[in-house]
Every structure is written in C-alpha cells, then in structure tokens.
C-alpha cells in the first residue's frame, strides 16, 4: 500500500545522518568516531532534553568534509522520502556548522544541490533548501554566513530559518538579519515554541515576521495566540517523534496534537530529524494515527496542510495538482 502524499517542511538534512552511513563517511575521511560501529553510536541515541541531542548531533556532523559527502546525504534522504510518499521537501542545512569546522561553504551547497536538482526525475520530490541560523552564536555570525551565503539566494537558497539551542536565545537576537532576509525576498521561518514558552512564538512573528513556525507546541497554551495563529493562517511545522525523543511530550499518547487540529490551526506533520528520533515521516504518521486514535479524515487534512503551508507559491499548478492526488488518495481498508 503506498503511503498518503505529503511534502516534509520541517526535516534537517544533517538530521537525516544514519549511523551506517556516518561509519562509512568517517572511514572515507579518516575521521575518528568514539563508538564501535553503527549499532553502538545508534544505542547512545537517549536524549534528555534538546541540548543534549545537539551536542551529539554537532559531534557527529564531522564526518561530512567533502562535496559528495553532501550529495550522498541529500541523496539517501530523498530515496528513502519518496518511499515515505513525500512529493515536495522544504530541507534545513546548518551553514554555520560546517564552516566553522573549515569545510567551504560551497562544498556544501553544490553538494546539496546536486541531489535537489536530480529529484524531481529520479524520485518525483519538488525541493527547496532553507538556510538555518545557530541561535546560540551571535548575530554577527549569522550576519556574516547570510553575506557569504547571497550569490545562492533565488534559485539554490530559498529561505532561511533558525535552530539550535532555543532557550535564552529568542528571535530579537536576530532582528537585523531577518530584516536583511526579507529584503532579499527570501522565505522567513523559525523553529519557536519547541522547549520555549508562547512569547518565543509571538516574538519570531512580532520580531522576526516569520511566515511558518518549526515546533510550535507550546502555542497551544496560550489561546489569544492560537486564535492569531488560526486567524493569520500561520502554519506550524510539529514533529511528533522529536517531540518524544527531546522530552518535550512525555509520550505519543500525550502529543497535544489532536489539540491544535481542533483549535483550527494549520498542523502539519514532520520528522525533524529522523535517523537520531526512530522514523521518517510516514512513521510519523502512523505513530500518531496509532497513538493518539486519529481518523482517516484527520489524517489527510494533515496531508493537504502540508502542501498548503508549503511555499509553491512559484509552482501553484503543482500544489493543486498534489492536493487533487491526496483527495484521490484511498487509505487501506476504504472503498
Ligand atoms: N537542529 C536540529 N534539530 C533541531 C531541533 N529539533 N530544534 C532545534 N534545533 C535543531
Ligand atoms: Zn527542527
């Protein structure tokens, strides 16, 4: 049975590293890991909350040096996404997490690019790349990643994002370089409301004028801002599994989820970072489905948010014809 369409609009490339691949990797750039093998690394995947994925995730990043390590990490992520049913990808990189380890800037998004460009005949995925600010460096780093990052803005940059540690690193931090993004007609989104409260929310959108927001499951506890939120059609970007993995939701079952589709906001459903939080996207889904009893009507509104919240602004004729295929789509068991 083949999975629902969906377009993945909160999914971290570097976040898409599996253990094997990472040996492999390691092995062709003579890069040290301090694990056995891949089952080894993978069994030291017990997070407490997000710092300490990150610490590991930056760690592990040092295996990619050269260009085709890039290409090879795009192109696994999007082999494995068309069999999950992804149509369209919006992919996070982290600029500034290969830079200051001395790889070129470059290496990276030529690397990138070259499997972005090849998906739409190889695995009939339509792509966008988002460049992500480290919150936790200052400003100026990110000023500076933004200038060396421009001759890529249009075609092979689309937007640009912010991650990283969110707490006591709110969006004013980044006034100027979003003001600076905006001006240069680039797509704005933050992750907010992920480990931080509401006003993390309302500040990426006050401040920063973000058009999407990555998490956002804290919103949910301030309803003058879920009425906004549902009022400016502000989409947000949830990824349940992370939610766990990061011990932002005690369990599945507990996912306030099926509380931000009843309050009418425009939920999608994304894997983060699937090789470090045990499934891709349609796991996602189906771990939802399974936990929190969603029906199939749910689900599919699920599906047709994520292209309505997608930026095809550029390609209108391809959203409508992929929501046509979603409203097409017969889920098992259904006439
Ligand atoms: N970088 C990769 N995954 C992230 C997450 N879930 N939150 C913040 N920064 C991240
Ligand atoms: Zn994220």
Not at 203 to 228: K, S
Request: with cysteine; charged share 25%; proline share 5%.
């Amino acid at each position: 049975m083949s999975p629902i369409p969906k377009a993945e609009l909160h999914l971290h490339i570097e976040g898409t590293l599996e253990p094997e691949l990472a040996f492999e990797l390691a092995h062709r750039n003579g890069v040290d890991l301090p694990y056995a093998d891949p089952e080894q690394l993978r069994s030291a995947y017990a997070f407490s909350d997000l710092q300490s994925f990150l610490d590991l995730y930056y760690q592990l990043m040092d295996v990619l040096r050269t260009e085709d390590d890039f290409t090879a990490l795009a192109e696994a992520y999007l082999a494995r996404a068309a069999r999950e049913g992804v149509r369209h990808a919006e992919i996070f990189f982290d600029p500034q997490a290969h830079t200051s380890r001395g790889v070129e800037l470059d290496a990276v998004v030529r690397g990138l690019r070259r499997a972005l460009d090849a998906a739409p005949e190889r695995h009939g995925i339509s792509t966008k790349l988002i460049m992500c600010f480290l919150r936790d460096l200052p400003q100026e780093s990110a000023l500076a990643t933004f200038e060396a990052c421009r001759p890529y803005f249009g075609v092979a940059i689309a937007g640009v994002g912010l991650d990283s540690a969110e707490v006591g690193n709110p969006a004013s931090k980044f006034a100027d370089v979003y003001r600076l993004a905006r001006e240069a007609g680039l797509r704005l989104v933050a992750h907010a409301g992920e480990e931080g409260g509401p006003e993390y929310v309302r500040e990426a959108l006050d401040v920063l004028g973000v058009e999407r927001i990555d998490h956002g499951i804290r919103a949910i506890e301030d309803p003058e801002l879920v009425e906004r939120l549902v009022r400016e059609r502000i989409p947000l970007t949830v990824c349940p599994f992370s939610n766990v993995r990061l011990r932002c939701v005690d369990t599945l079952a507990d996912h306030p989820l099926p509380a931000m589709l009843a309050a009418g906001l425009l939920v999608t459903v994304n894997s983060d970072d699937p090789a470090y939080f045990g499934g891709y996207v349609d796991e996602n889904f189906a771990g939802i489905r399974e936990a929190l009893d969603l029906t199939d009507s749910q689900l599919r509104v699920l599906a047709r948010n994520s292209f309505e919240a997608s930026f095809l602004e550029d390609d209108e004729e391809r959203r409508k014809a992929l929501l046509a295929e979603v409203d097409a789509y017969r889920f098992p068991g259904q006439g």
